[in-house]
Structures are given as C-alpha cells and as structure tokens.
C-alpha cells in the first residue's frame, strides 16, 4: 500500500500487463461529469493510441454520484488502457489528483481537467516540449473561454499569489501540465498539509517551459470552480504558502500604536499650550473600536495558523481509496 493512502476495499481486476510499466500516465479528477464521461474517454484513447508510445490512462472517481462513476467502470471493463480509481468521498480536486498521481505507473504523467476546457488533443505539443532538461511543461492559454467572473478571479489569485511570492517564483495555476516522474517524487517529500498542486510546483522552482494551449468553453455539465472555490483556493494559498497575515497584523499593530501615540501627543499639546480640554468620549470611542478589530483580526489570523498546525498534528490521509480497478 502506498504511503498516505488508506483502503478498506481494494478490489482489483488483473491485468496481465501491470508488470510492464508504461511509459506515459495520463490522470485525470472526475466528479460528476456523467455526460462528459464517453467523449472524455474516446478523446483520451484516440490522442494515446496516436502517441505510438506505452500509456496508461488513469481515471479518478472522486466520489461521484451523478452515475459518473458506472460509466467509468463499464469502460474500464472492456479498454484495458484505463485504470479507475474509486475515492470513498468527495476529497477535492487536489486530493484526487494527489490519489492520481501516486497510484500511476509512468516515468512522465500528464494532469487534465474532466471538463474538456483544456482539450487533450494539446498533450502531443506538451509532451514534445519535455525535453531532456525540463522536468516541467506548463501552460497558458491563447484565449480563454471562461465566464467574465471566474476570468477575473483567476486573473486576481495569480496576481495576488505572484505578489505574494515574489520574482523568485513563476507562479503558473494552470491544471493543465506534463511532468517527469521526479516531480511527485519532489510533491512526495512535502509534508505540509496544503497542497494545492499548481502552487506547489511553482514554489518548487523547477526547471520548466511554457506552452500555448487552445481553450474551450464547457459543453455540457457545471463547473466545479465557482466564485466560492476560487476565494477558498486564494485563502489556501495565502494561509498555506506565506506568513502574509501574521506580517499584516504586525504592521497593523505598529499603525495603531503610531497612531494612538500621535493622538495623545496632539490632546497633550492642546492642554498644554492652548489650555483647551478635548473631550475624550468620541475619540476614545473611535480608538476602542479600532483596536478591537485589529485584536480580532489578529486572533482570526492566529486560529487559522493553529488549525493548520491541528491538522498536521492528526496526520489524517489526504484521500481513502475505495476500490482500484485494472
């Protein structure tokens, strides 16, 4: 059993190649994506019969139950390329793609959306420009095909990630990557409870290219990615990835101190040199109720910090593994 994953019901089909590892993984998250399910995986088989190299393509259910998963499994059944991976629960994309990642047998894998916004006819151009010093192939779009809102969100975490980070690292959110073998092996050496993947990677400093992909707009089904996730993956990113919160309550602190100092030099002057008595109610008012916010906004930031910690502390799995079918 691999390291971080639990599971109470492992039932696997044999495969009599499963000793010959390939060459090329191709994983993939799905959650409910019942009606993109069959294009999703002839589109898939097509572009890695085209390779004209060993590939596996390796498909985790993350908890489905939209009929997405009995879908999966009748094809598993009859094209042995595929391999499915059945999550417990819902885990989350990351978690999924961390189960993906783990359980893949190739020395280069490739990571793809379920939605078909990212189109797998683009993995030929990815894996042509892994070359023999780059250990990474990233990618950005030459025009995206998203909502005017979920454009702006991703547009506002990168920029602020990147802010956050610095020159030192080139952040890039894209889901849409190849990498060797050695990279989860890097991924795999982190045990920080955040992993948010495309974040990690960048932090990493890898050596990496950039590619221009085509993207498309959704078909059929929802996005799993609305305005919500977008600001839980900017708090993850924030929380797990720096101590930006902890400087800012510091340098709020210094604010206030500077500016109750301020206002207690001014009342004095007031006294001392022009006799005049302010009266104290408002302004201590107003000095009361910024400083409690500041405390509070301090004891927030600090219970986020400490939960992280709690969470390390209980060293629960990122994922439990239902089933893996060969």
Same mark, same amino acid.
């Given at each position: 059993? @691999?390291?971080?994953?639990?599971?109470?019901?492992?039932?696997?089909?044999?495969?009599?190649?499963?000793?010959?590892?390939?060459? $090329?993984?191709?994983?993939?998250?799905?959650?409910?994506?019942? *009606?993109?399910?069959?294009? !999703?995986?002839?589109?898939?088989?097509?572009? #890695?019969?085209?390779?004209?190299?060993?590939?596996?393509?390796?498909?985790?259910?993350?908890?489905?139950?939209?009929?997405? /998963?009995?879908?999966?499994? &009748?094809? *598993?059944?009859?094209?042995?390329? /595929?391999?499915?991976?059945?999550?417990?629960?819902?885990?989350?994309?990351?978690?999924?793609?961390?189960?993906?990642?783990?359980?893949?047998?190739?020395?280069?894998?490739?990571?793809?959306?379920?939605? !078909?916004?990212?189109?797998?006819?683009?993995?030929?151009?990815?894996?042509?420009?892994?070359?023999?010093?780059?250990?990474?192939?990233?990618?950005?779009?030459?025009?995206?095909?998203?909502?005017? !809102?979920?454009?702006?969100?991703?547009? /506002?975490? =990168? #920029?602020?990630?990147?802010?956050?980070?610095?020159?030192?690292?080139?952040?890039?959110?894209?889901?849409?990557?190849?990498?060797?073998? *050695?990279?989860?092996?890097? $991924?795999?050496?982190?045990?920080?409870?955040?992993?948010?993947?495309?974040?990690?990677? *960048?932090?990493?400093?890898?050596?990496?290219?950039?590619?221009?992909?085509?993207?498309?707009?959704?078909?059929?089904?929802?996005?799993?990615?609305?305005?919500?996730?977008?600001?839980?993956?900017?708090?993850?990113?924030?929380?797990?990835?720096?101590?930006?919160?902890? &400087?800012?309550?510091?340098? @709020?602190?210094?604010?206030?101190?500077?500016?109750?100092?301020? @206002?207690?030099?001014?009342? !004095?002057?007031? =006294?001392?040199?022009?006799?005049?008595?302010?009266?104290?109610?408002?302004?201590?008012?107003?000095?009361?109720?910024? /400083?409690?916010?500041?405390?509070?906004?301090?004891?927030?930031?600090?219970?986020?910090?400490?939960?992280?910690?709690?969470?390390?502390?209980?060293?629960?799995?990122?994922?439990?593994?239902?089933?893996?079918?060969?």
């Amino acid at each position: 059993m @691999m390291e971080g994953i639990e599971s109470p019901l492992l039932s696997v089909v044999p495969n009599k190649d499963m000793d010959k590892n390939p060459e $090329i993984s191709i994983v993939v998250p799905v959650f409910n994506e019942e *009606s993109l399910v069959d294009e !999703l995986c002839s589109r898939l088989k097509t572009v #890695g019969d085209a390779l004209n190299r060993s590939y596996e393509i390796l498909i985790v259910d993350d908890g489905s139950d939209d009929g997405s /998963f009995e879908k999966l499994k &009748r094809i *598993s059944e009859t094209e042995k390329i /595929f391999r499915l991976v059945r999550l417990t629960r819902n885990f989350g994309q990351q978690s999924a793609m961390l189960a993906g990642f783990r359980i893949s047998r190739g020395e280069i894998v490739v990571q793809l959306d379920s939605d !078909l916004q990212n189109p797998p006819e683009e993995i030929p151009k990815l894996l042509a420009a892994l070359a023999d010093d780059i250990d990474l192939v990233t990618t950005v779009h030459k025009k995206r095909q998203d909502g005017l !809102l979920r454009i702006m969100g991703s547009k /506002f975490l =990168r #920029g602020f990630g990147q802010m956050l980070f610095g020159k030192a690292v080139k952040l890039n959110l894209s889901s849409f990557r190849v990498m060797r073998r *050695s990279v989860i092996e890097k $991924i795999e050496a982190c045990k920080d409870r955040s992993r948010y993947m495309a974040v990690l990677m *960048s932090w990493m400093g890898l050596p990496s290219v950039e590619v221009e992909v085509e993207h498309h707009a959704r078909k059929k089904g929802e996005t799993k990615y609305s305005l919500l996730t977008l600001m839980k993956l900017s708090w993850d990113l924030v929380t797990g990835y720096s101590n930006f919160p902890l &400087r800012l309550v510091t340098y @709020m602190g210094l604010f206030g101190a500077f500016i109750g100092f301020l @206002m207690m030099a001014f009342l !004095l002057y007031q =006294r001392i040199a022009n006799g005049i008595l302010i009266e104290g109610f408002v302004v201590l008012s107003a000095v009361f109720a910024f /400083f409690a916010g500041v405390q509070l906004l301090s004891i927030g930031f600090l219970g986020e910090y400490l939960g992280r910690v709690h969470s390390q502390i209980q060293d629960r799995p990122d994922y439990i593994v239902e089933k893996v079918i060969e």
